[in-house]
C-alpha cells in the first residue's frame, strides 16, 4: 500500500486501465464463473466547479438492498447527485457521509464534521441507518464539541443525525474501524493520545457502544506507541481487532516486544513497527489471546475480516520479512514494501500468508472482505502504477486477480454486498476505465472520490 499507519488515507489514483486484457486468471476455467471481478458499475464525486476542488472517499459499507454509505472528505464544492457538499473555505475540507443506490446514483450527502481527517469509518446499521465514526473539532451538525475528539454518530437512512457520542475527554481521539452486531452493538477501534508528549506517542482504543449511544466499555492496549487499524466479529460473538504497536506493546497480561529496530537510531520512528491481532471478549472487553505479526523493519496491518468458519484474515504491508505463528514471508529487498494477507483458521493456527509487489515497485492490501460465496477478496496497491484485487479461498488457493495497469491508486475500501459481490472505494487520479461499459471520470483538481461495485 505505501500506506501511512492510519488504515484508510486515500492516495493518488492515475488511471488509464486496460480492462479485458488486466485480468489475469488464476484458477482453472471451472472456476471462473464463481470467481469472476467484474465490474458492475462506477461512480465519482463531482468536484468541477470550484477551484482547488477535490475529494477522496475513505470507507464504504454496503446495504441489504446492494446500495451502499461512503464517508470521506471534500474540498471546495462537491456534488453528489443533486446534493452539494462544500468544504470550509478554498482549501478547507468537510467530512461527508453520503448515499448510493444498487445501481451506483447518489441519492443524498451530508457533511458530517469540519476539518482533513483519515480516521473515519462507515457502517450499516441493523434498521437500515449508517454509523459514522471519525474525529472532529468543529461543529457536527449543530453539536458543538470544544476540542477534538473521537465521537460516534447515528444517521437515519435518510441522512438525519438521531444521534452523537464523543468518545472521551481532554484527549485527542480517533476512530478507524468500526463492526456492528445484529442487536446494534457497535465495536470501534483508533488510538488516542495526549498531545503535550510529541510525535507518534499514543495508544490503541477498541470500545462497545450500545444502539443508543451509551459507551459500555472502552480499553486501550499496545503501548504507547500503539493504533488499532481493523475490527470485526466472530462468528461466536467474541470481537478480533488489529493494529500496529512500536517497542514495545501491553495486551491484557502479555507484553509484545517490537523487532523493528533494523539499526534505526530512534526505536519506534514512524517508519518502524510490528502488529498484533487480538481476540477480545465482547462482554467485557477483555483480551482473551494476541498474536504478534512481527518483522526486522515494518509490518503494519490495516484491516482485518472474519469468516463465517470463525477464520480471520489479516492484511497490510511489510519490509523485508514478515512472520506470524509458524508461517513467513520474505521481500526482494529490504527497502521493498510488500502487500500481505493471512490467514487464521477457526482453531487458531495460522494457515498461510499470501503476497504482492514487485522490486523496487511497492505493494499493498488495503482491506479485505469475505463474499457471500467465501471468496477473501483483497484489495489495494500491486506495484508501480498497478492496482486491484486478489480473490483468494479459505485454504489459500489464488483463484483469480485483476490488476488494472498504467494507474497509480488507492482502494481505500471493500464492504461485502448481499450475493457474491462487493463494493470498492477510494481516491482516483484521472478517469478510470473498469471495463467497456464502467468508466469512472475524474473532474478534480487534485482527484476525486469513487466507488464501484464488483461481482
Known amino acids: 500500500m505505501s500506506r501511512s499507519p492510519h488504515s484508510r488515507i486515500p492516495a493518488l489514483l492515475v488511471a488509464t486501465v486496460v480492462a479485458a486484457a488486466s485480468l489475469v486468471a488464476m484458477a482453472p476455467s471451472a472456476s471462473a464463473a464463481k470467481t469472476?471481478?467484474?465490474a458492475k458499475w462506477?461512480?465519482?464525486i463531482d468536484v468541477s466547479?470550484?477551484?482547488f476542488s477535490r475529494a477522496g472517499i475513505v470507507d464504504v459499507a454496503a446495504r441489504s438492498d446492494r446500495g451502499a454509505y461512503v464517508v470521506g472528505q471534500v474540498g471546495g464544492i462537491g456534488q453528489f447527485g443533486s446534493e452539494t457538499v462544500r468544504g470550509p473555505g478554498i482549501v478547507g475540507v468537510n467530512q461527508f457521509l453520503a448515499r448510493l443506490d444498487s445501481k451506483g446514483k447518489w441519492l443524498w450527502a451530508i457533511p458530517t464534521a469540519g476539518g482533513q481527517n483519515f480516521n473515519q469509518s462507515v457502517a450499516t446499521a441493523p434498521d437500515g441507518g449508517a454509523y459514522v465514526c471519525s474525529i472532529t473539532w468543529a461543529d457536527l451538525q449543530g453539536d458543538t464539541l470544544p476540542a477534538a475528539y473521537a465521537f460516534i454518530a447515528k444517521y437515519s437512512a435518510g441522512g438525519v443525525e438521531e444521534w452523537i457520542s464523543v468518545a472521551s475527554a481532554s484527549k485527542f481521539g480517533g476512530c478507524s474501524d468500526m463492526a456492528v452486531t445484529p442487536d446494534g452493538s457497535?465495536?470501534?477501534?483508533?488510538?488516542?493520545?495526549?498531545p503535550a508528549t510529541g510525535?507518534?506517542?499514543g495508544t490503541a482504543l477498541v470500545a462497545k457502544i450500545g444502539d443508543d449511544g451509551a459507551w459500555?466499555?472502552?480499553?486501550?492496549?499496545g503501548g504507547s506507541r500503539a493504533q488499532g487499524h481493523g475490527i470485526a466479529v466472530l462468528p461466536d460473538g467474541r470481537i478480533a481487532t488489529t493494529g500496529l504497536f512500536k517497542v514495545e506493546g501491553t495486551f491484557g497480561s502479555r507484553t509484545l516486544t517490537d523487532e523493528s529496530t533494523d539499526g534505526s537510531p530512534s526505536p519506534g520512528a514512524v517508519f518502524y513497527g510490528n502488529s498484533y491481532v487480538a481476540i477480545l471478549n465482547a462482554d467485557t472487553g477483555d483480551i482473551e489471546s494476541v498474536d504478534q505479526i512481527s518483522s526486522p523493519n515494518l509490518v503494519w496491518a490495516s484491516a482485518i475480516a472474519t469468516t463465517r468458519s470463525g477464520g480471520i484474515a489479516v492484511t497490510g504491508s511489510y519490509r523485508e520479512e514478515m512472520a506470524v505463528g509458524n508461517r513467513t514471508a520474505g521481500a526482494p529487498t529490504s527497502s521493498d514494501s510488500r502487500g500481505f494477507i493471512a490467514y487464521r483458521t477457526g482453531a487458531g493456527s495460522w494457515a498461510w500468508i499470501e503476497t504482492n509487489g514487485e522490486v523496487n515497485g511497492g505493494g499493498a492490501l488495503r482491506d479485505v472482505v469475505e463474499t457471500g460465496d467465501g471468496r477473501l477478496v483483497a484489495g489495494g496497491d500491486f506495484g508501480i502504477d498497478k492496482n486491484g484485487f486478489i480473490a483468494l479461498s479459505s485454504a489459500g488457493q489464488v483463484l483469480k486477480k485483476a490488476v488494472w495497469n498504467k494507474g497509480e491508486g488507492d482502494i481505500s475500501a471493500l464492504s461485502a454486498t448481499r450475493g457474491s459481490g462487493f463494493i470498492a472505494a477510494g481516491t482516483l487520479y484521472g478517469d478510470w476505465q473498469l471495463s467497456k461499459k464502467v468508466r469512472i471520470?475524474?473532474?478534480g483538481d487534485a482527484g476525486t472520490g469513487f466507488a464501484a461495485r464488483f461481482k
Open 42 to 44: 462506477g461512480t465519482s
Open 216 to 221: 459500555q466499555w472502552f480499553h486501550r492496549m
Open 186 to 194: 457497535v465495536y470501534v477501534t483508533g488510538d488516542d493520545w495526549y
Open 199 to 201: 510525535p507518534y506517542t
Open 441 to 443: 471520470p475524474d473532474s
Open 49 to 51: 466547479r470550484g477551484q
Open 36 to 38: 469472476q471481478l467484474k
